[in-house]
């Protein structure tokens, strides 16, 4: 569940990136509310994997509950 979460934002995240003509990301932000059901723990470890996969792999997740 977290993993195709993780996907999609950093699907967002690429396209914006493309849009606005960058060449890199350096923040994500993601604010998780208490009925979301989402495990922040197991959602940044899937940033994790997908930034060491990537060629965005700097990028800084901030995760607030």
């Known amino acids: 569940h977290e993993m195709s979460i993780a996907q999609s934002i ?5 396209e914006e990136i493309a849009k606005q003509g ?22 940044q470890f899937c940033f994790l994997h997908y930034n060491s996969i990537t060629y965005i792999h700097a990028v800084s997740n901030t995760f607030k509950n």
Request: charged share 25%; aromatic share 0%.
């Open 10 to 14: 950093l699907d967002i995240a690429l």
């Open 22 to 43: 960058c060449d890199r990301l350096d923040l994500i932000r993601v604010e998780c509310g208490a009925l979301a059901g989402v495990v922040p723990d197991s959602l």
